[in-house]
């Protein structure tokens, strides 16, 4: 079975600074994987995913992420981090990588994003 | 533009009581799926459906029931709440040629007294 794993319980940068946030996963089938945004309080908002085609994918509030065969990696990146980005970020993908997963997702352990003025 | 609604938001609870966590969609769409969200764990999936009559369990299912009687509803139950309940559980729908993009609730916090 698939499993994600997230570098980093917690990342701190500062305001106007790159934001990179790790991802891995495990199959060596190219799997489907998609960023997840949860604000405080809130519920997850998907901010990115990568299917098929192009593997540098953009998503919402400038970020985006390069999926690396190579390296089974998902990075997620922003060039300049805002305020309003501090949240925590789950990398995710189908259980069953070339399989069916009937819409079931493995989450990583997630990354808190701190941003400091 | 409702998406997936969960009620209640909040809910605290003692030590065997049970309650019923309701999600409802109104998207149409076939898959459903239950995970709760603990600290450094990321989402564990509890129990999914994959249309109405028709579930089964996930990563963590222990001390949860749940059923499908339509395509729009689908209710989380506790039987007998325990303290490693405690929680906060979201829902989530996704339709069935989507690729397993998923649309979350708000969630609901769970505490077991």
């Known amino acids: 079975a698939q499993s994600v794993t997230q570098l980093g319980s917690h990342v701190s940068v500062s305001e106007g600074a790159l934001v990179l946030l790790r991802c891995n996963y495990s199959s060596s089938v190219p799997p489907y994987l998609f960023w997840y945004v949860q604000y405080p309080n809130q519920g997850l908002q998907l901010l990115l995913k990568y299917t098929t085609g192009a593997t540098l994918v953009k998503g919402i509030n400038g970020f985006e992420a390069e999926f690396k065969k190579s390296e089974t990696s998902f990075h997620l990146t922003k060039p300049s981090a805002h305020m309003s980005d501090a949240a925590e970020y789950f990398c995710?993908?189908?259980?069953?990588?070339?399989?069916?997963?009937?819409?079931?997702?493995?989450f990583g352990q997630g990354t808190i994003l701190t941003v400091h003025p | 533009n409702a998406g997936v609604t969960q009620t209640p938001k909040f809910q605290v609870l003692k030590t065997g009581q049970s309650m019923t966590l309701q999600c409802a969609q109104d998207m149409n769409h076939e898959y459903m799926s239950w995970y709760r969200q603990d600290p450094g764990m990321g989402l564990r999936l509890i129990h999914y459906?994959?249309?109405?009559?028709?579930?089964d369990q996930g990563e963590v299912p222990n001390g949860y029931n749940v059923s499908r009687s339509t395509t729009e509803d689908f209710p989380l139950r506790l039987l007998s709440a325990a303290p490693s309940q405690t929680s906060v559980y979201f829902c989530?729908?996704?339709?069935?040629?989507?690729?397993?993009?998923?649309?979350f609730g708000a969630g609901t916090r769970l505490s077991v007294l």
């Open positions: 995710a993908a189908p259980p069953n990588a070339g399989g069916t997963s009937y819409g079931k997702l493995t």
């Open positions: 989530a729908s996704s339709h069935k040629g989507a690729k397993n993009i998923q649309y």
């Open positions: 459906s994959v249309g109405a009559g028709i579930t």
